[in-house]
């Protein structure tokens, strides 16, 4: 009887152990998700810096530019996507909108988590 | 009683093991699907910059352009792509002060971004000076003609709380024929203009500027 009872305490001390380590692991991935990751702030930089030194928003050069760094996966503008890589996995984007010439084109670029 | 407790937290503790994995196993499963990040910072200061560049270079060229209205359209583009751009106020300035020896002039565009816990400073501004070097005579088709050599320098500054950028724009004169050009570097140019006149240049952004010679 008293084996027994030390056995009940042996798994309900495993069980806790893990309902403990799943607690860690959600926590974790919900503070990976929460930071931003390298990748996304460099892309995010490299646009910006882009933006600046362009008067206008050539797409072909502005694609060119992007696929330089490998994080991103998709661009997308005004809606149609004019680049993606294959197996496109879990990816972030990065939004925002250049006013060419009085136009408003609106860009989504697609980073790789 | 004490082993039915200990059966009952056993019970309740693979209950919720399985429950965890099983909403692991699921989330796994699920298809993957784009996240639109969070993250500002450079990207929207830049989008900020980059309209005042804009607005600069239609009020140097006296075109008309409604910032108001750009504003506006950047609060709709929040809701409709999530480009999060905060709540903004701007000021314009601007100043030229042109003698025959030396001159300079600016456009100024000043925002304030207002983050629920935070304000931040962004502005776009175009500098140029230009001082007196010497005369020289130029023939044009047969005529002599009077010209002032000028060291002109000229920059685009973007500031916002993650960058300072310096740009040296390339310039051209609006009358190509008549003026001289010379790129030194830095920003530094040297022109040649026609004595007692005015001549207006444009940098590669579009915006308009004046030479008193």
Known sequence: MLCGDKRMKHIEGILISIVYLIFIAYAYTSMRYSFSSCSLVEVNKGIAYYILQHKYLEIEDFVQYLKNNPSVVLIKIDGETVYYTENIQSYTTLNFVFLNDSKWVEVIVGVKD | ?213
């Open chain 2, 1 to 213: 009683m004490l082993r039915i407790n200990n059966r009952g937290q056993i019970l309740l503790l693979a209950i919720t093991i399985f429950t965890s994995t099983l909403l692991f196993i699921l989330a796994s499963m699920s298809k993957p699907t784009p996240k639109l990040t969070k993250y500002v910072g450079e990207l929207q200061s830049s989008m900020i910059l980059q309209i005042s560049r804009e607005y600069v270079s239609h009020r140097s060229r006296n075109m008309y352009i409604d910032l108001d209205s750009l504003i506006y359209d950047l609060y709709q583009y929040n809701e409709s792509l999530g480009i999060f751009i905060s709540r903004l106020s701007y000021l314009y300035s601007n100043y030229t002060d042109l003698n025959v020896n030396n001159g300079y002039g600016n456009y100024t565009l000043t925002w304030n971004v207002t983050y629920p816990y935070l304000n931040n400073r962004v502005r776009f501004s175009f500098y140029w000076n230009y001082s007196f070097l010497n005369y020289y005579y130029r023939n044009i088709e047969g005529i002599v003609v009077k010209y002032s050599n000028y060291s002109l320098y000229i920059e685009h500054t973007y500031i916002c709380p993650q960058f300072k950028v310096i740009i040296h724009p390339c310039i051209y004169a609006v009358e190509r024929k008549v003026v001289d050009i010379k790129y030194v570097g830095n920003g530094v140019w040297i022109i040649g203009i026609p004595t007692n006149t005015i001549q207006k240049f444009v940098d590669e952004y579009e915006i308009k500027f004046k030479v008193k010679g």
